[in-house]
């Protein structure tokens, strides 16, 4: 005899950044299942159109790096590729929890913009937890989420702000976190693939009322053409209320961190020789009144032996026309300093960018 499973659908609402990164409120739909089980349906829909004026090529969203071009271009689109999904099964103290958006075209190719402008999925999160233990895909230990800057141009200043998703095992005690993670030597002058010993990665976290701050440090073994060498760096990053419902956030980066913070703006390895650098990112959110808020943003990341520097400023203003949708626009700046073009002709780049963006959180 099969038994029949009776659905019980309501709508809760999150105050996690699993769901979304840039909205206010985060919605999500769950279905409670029989012996205390549950389905969790989360997400958003998103639709941004952008307009870039600079030397930096057309892109869908700011990150570490870019292509500086010989001369000025103009550029608009409109673009849903943010856009993602998410569902999380519950069995008592197990929870799988699995994620996609569509950027997958920087992969596995997609569409164009002559016929379809299809997009491809592509995996952001999977991964099993039971208790204190989790085990997939998910974001790294080093990262406070919660630290992520609320913005139309994708998660703001990614440019200084630690931002990986990679395979882990992690342990959760109360405000500390322990994990190893995925190696992987990123640069020039590396032994690719040869990564034998994973990433270790320690976090504690102080939490209240007011906000919370972590503290990580991470230790690694860089592949190296002469060898291996020891790479080790820290974070200190934050959200913390100010005033009515206004907050700051930011983060502070250095030593060797490499890949784990900057989205391509730091390499590990540099020509033999492991790369110090130094991220500094900081915003503030005011609200204006209960649906209107504005966030400020700087972050600049600076490199010692690759003599990278490269920062984006911006300020947006979002209101919500419901709880679940929202409109915002945004204007800033991007800034490749002591990069030279494809060609070599020029050194250096900047854009600047205006970004209008509708979000429907799901």
Request: glycine share 12%.
């Amino acid at each position: 005899m099969v038994k029949k499973s009776k659905f019980n659908v309501k709508k809760i609402v999150l105050a996690t950044s699993l769901l979304a990164i840039t909205s206010a409120a985060n919605a999500s739909y769950t279905l409670e299942l029989d012996d205390g089980d549950s389905l969790t349906f989360g997400g958003y829909i998103k639709i941004d159109a952008r307009y870039m004026d600079g030397n930096i090529a057309a892109n869908d969203y700011f990150y570490g790096g870019g292509t500086v071009l010989d001369s000025d271009i103009n550029n608009f689109g409109i673009a849903a590729n943010e856009t993602r999904f998410n569902t999380k099964y519950t069995h008592g103290d197990v929870t799988g929890f699995i994620e996609v958006d569509f950027y997958g075209d920087g992969v596995s190719g997609g569409g164009n913009q002559i016929i379809s402008n299809s997009s491809n999925l592509r995996l952001r999160q999977a991964y099993i937890q039971y208790k204190d233990i989790l085990v997939g895909q998910a974001w790294t230990t080093f990262q406070n989420t919660s630290a992520i800057v609320e913005a139309a141009d994708f998660a703001g200043p990614l440019v200084a702000t630690a931002f990986i998703r990679q395979g882990q095992i992690r342990y959760t005690n109360g405000g500390l976190q322990l994990s190893i993670e995925n190696p992987e030597t990123y640069g020039t002058g590396g032994v690719t693939g040869d990564d034998s010993v994973p990433d270790f990665i320690g976090k504690y976290t102080f939490s209240g009322d007011w906000g919370n701050v972590s503290v990580s440090g991470l230790v690694r073994q860089l592949q190296t053409t002469t060898g291996t060498e020891t790479g080790v760096g820290f974070g200190v990053a934050g959200r913390v209320k100010t005033f009515g419902k206004d907050d700051i956030r930011f983060q502070i980066n250095a030593g060797n961190v490499g890949r784990y913070v900057g989205v391509t703006a730091i390499t590990d390895v540099v020509n033999g020789e492991v790369e110090d650098s130094t991220s500094i990112m900081v915003a503030y959110r005011h609200f204006w009144n209960e649906t209107l808020r504005s966030t400020i943003f700087y972050g600049g990341t600076t490199t010692d032996l690759s003599d990278r520097d490269r920062s984006q400023v911006g300020v947006n203003l979002f209101q919500n026309i419901t709880k679940q949708l929202s409109v915002g626009v945004e204007v800033g700046n991007f800034d490749m300093a002591n990069t030279a073009s494809a060609s070599g002709n020029t050194v250096g780049g900047s854009s600047n960018y205006i970004q209008f963006s509708t979000k429907f959180v799901l």
